[in-house]
């Protein structure tokens, strides 16, 4: 039997591990909504990175390599969206299905012309993002639990978050892109390149895209993502697309889909336990929706 | 050419713009000298809006020149204007409600400090600014919430801030009460003064008399005069705007009918700590315009927002004919015979992506002249749409033309031509001429009188107390949300009316 704080400290470890890759997605996701940009297409474009960066790892086998791959892919079917979305004016959700359904197909066709399977790729020889060592924090066995196998992309996260803050709220670019989310006309007629600005927003947000599969798991799966780019866009939203609230929006969820796993060794059966993460989903949204109704 | 001395700033010359076959700018010429008050005036779509598109870089003519300071310019964009020191206070303000007034007023052109924002200097320069043009401001309050007079003086603190020299308004006065008018002619005397060049487009006449140097009149796109305010009159202006002499018709005397709208006791609380509307109770009968006289902002658009159904009040009763419609959804109070003119044209009048056609049906679509067993009944719908087009001289290309894209008195025209030839038996009618130029507005003084003639009552709200007293067989004066003061037809002067609304005088009543 576990003690109680050694229990809560693999359910955090187990919870910044599931948020992480969540986090970054939601963050870009949080910048598109400031520039009134609903991105839906950062399910693919997530699934982009992840395939990227699999492909480059196999090919490679440099880190360093997967994730520049991993960034610049996702980075690049962001931005066609964005220039879809923006440039031609097409709907937004019309766009970012597109890109959903598109790169749902071609990662899976890839898959099965570069790695001749089907289903599922997984290989010994991928190697994965190190691990920050926490042997310094061996006096302390529940902190050390509680920071294991993380990476320092898992870390980054929240600088980032901490960054994008201080980008957003006290720069002038920041600035101007909360401008042109709330009167793009009147932030045009004032002289700032608004389309630009929304374009290159939605690019940015797609670097976020490209963890998945480098640090958890090293491998690639069809639909890998399995939703996950659709709840960070709803972390983003419940954190009100403020940097810091996109954090606790995705530690929610990283702590659903963390109890998600620890329960399936339970005796609740596993259909309903994989269903929790969105059925939290689903919840939360409803829950801060009808909050925002009531004000 | 014209004069060419030394302190001509600006000028344009044979400005040319076409949009499809319609020539809005033809030909026109126009200068400035520095320390100048210029005004343009001229009909509803004479295109005066489209001429000060072009010099804010708006708009890219199809030839003419513009020469600043005896250099010859192209303004490319706004930003290139702004570079140039043109500046406008556009009618339709250009502010970002969630932000303060200093992040409105630095927009473009923010101070750093490093990598950040200077928002605490940003603040200074404001309030420095602020002080320098007597133009008194809060910076950290946010716009939101702001009445349309302390919007408007962040509008031209911003253009001072990008250091304008030369600032246009169009049709700055149209949505301000008659003091906020006052504190905004005075500034423009005062930045004249300060050596900024001045060009202001409106409909008022008496504006141009009391704060301009120059003014120059356009009709159907071309300049057809241009002299100084010194040499001319309120009446030669207004005849070589409309090309005729105005002529007020009578009112007829006819006695009050039936009541038609009953309002008694309502109460709206709103969110504040001071209700919106306080026991409010008027009626209006057939045969009858009923003036409602107020300082906007004291209820008078939330009052016929819920005789319309769009808010819903506390309590009260409103009734139509003898029918109830109290917080009655707005398709059953319109089916109940209410025609009504929103304040705004755009946002309760119209939809800009609209067509000509659709606009002059919508809310009214439903009838039997217009649909059929849910199907619209396009031919009748468009030879209706342009019956009230050419009758209330709506300029318009083609009925199929966007709404949006009608000069901003035309749209007007059209949705109150739209509402007043329905026949119902009362009208709201809400500042149905503003944004009108002055033949218009008498053709539709005229419509209003016709329409009590024939048997409507009709409950005008409206800002222009010339307005109020010239058609209103009674009036109600409304102050913080009450009643204050009744009076019929001649029974009340200019000045009581007056110091009513501001509360001054109060109603014993209460
Ligand atoms: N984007 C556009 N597309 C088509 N026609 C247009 C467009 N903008 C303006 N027009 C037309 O050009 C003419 C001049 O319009 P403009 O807005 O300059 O008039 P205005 O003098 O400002 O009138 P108002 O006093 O009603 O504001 C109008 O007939 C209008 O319908
Ligand atoms: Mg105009």
Known sequence: ?295 | MRNQSDDVLLRMDGIVKCYGDLVANDNVDLHLNAGEILAVIGENGAGKTTLMKILYGLEQPESGTIWLKGEKIRVRDTAHAIANGIGMVQQHFMLFDPFTVTENIVYGKEPRRGLFFDIDGANRMVSDLSERYELPVNPVARIKGMPVGLRQRVEILKVLYQNAEIIIFDEPTAVLTPQEVNELLKTMRQLASNGKSIIIVTHKLNEVMGVADRVMVMRNGKLIADLPVRDTSIEELSFMMVGRRLIESAIPEIPPGKKVLEIENLCLNGTGSVPILDRVSLHVAANEIVGIAGVSGNGQFELVQTILGLIEADSGKIQVGGQDIFNHPVRSVRDSGVAMIPEDRFIWGSAAQAMVVETAIMGHYRKQEFSKKNFLQIKKIRSFASKIVKEFNVKADSILQKTGSLSGGNAQKLIVAREMTQQTPLLVACEPTRGIDIGAINFIHDRLIEKRSEGAAVLLVSSELSEILKLSDRIYVIYNGRINGEFLRGKVNEEELGLRMVGSIKNELQ
């Open chain 1, 1 to 295: 039997m576990m003690s109680d704080a050694n229990y809560l400290s693999v359910v955090f470890n187990s919870t910044i591990r599931m948020m992480t890759p969540i986090l970054y997605v939601a963050l870009g996701s949080a910048l598109c909504n400031r520039v009134f940009i609903f991105n839906i297409g950062l399910e693919g474009t997530m699934l982009t990175g992840a395939f990227a960066a699999i492909v480059a790892n196999y090919y490679t086998g440099s880190i360093l390599v997967s994730l520049l791959a991993a960034m610049i892919s996702a980075m690049l079917v962001s931005w066609v969206a964005g220039i879809f979305m923006v440039k031609f004016k097409g709907a937004m959700l019309v766009v970012g299905v597109s890109i959903n359904m598109l790169m749902a197909g071609l990662t899976t066709f890839l898959m099965q012309t570069i790695f001749g399977v089907k289903g599922a790729y997984v290989s010994t020889d991928l190697v994965s993002l190190p691990k920050v060592d926490v042997s310094f924090l061996g006096r302390w066995p529940v902190l050390q639990t509680m920071f294991s196998s993380l990476t320092y992309l898992d870390l980054f996260a929240f600088v980032l978050a901490i960054l994008l803050y201080f980008f957003l709220f006290k720069t002038v670019t920041g600035f101007h892109m909360r401008s042109v989310g709330i009167n793009k006309t009147a932030a045009t007629s004032l002289g700032i390149n608004a389309d630009r600005l929304q374009i290159g927003t939605i690019a940015f947000s797609g670097i976020g895209a490209c963890l998945l599969t480098m640090g958890g798991v090293t491998m690639f799966a069809q639909n890998i993502t399995a939703g996950r780019g659709f709840i960070a866009m709803a972390a983003a939203t419940l954190g009100a697309a403020h940097p810091l609230g996109v954090v606790v929006g995705s530690g929610f969820f990283g702590f659903a889909q963390s109890m998600a796993n620890m329960l399936q060794n339970s005796a609740i059966s596993s259909q309903l336990t994989m269903a929790l993460p969105y059925l939290a989903t689903i919840l939360a949204l409803a829950i801060y929706n009808f909050t925002q109704h009531r004000r």
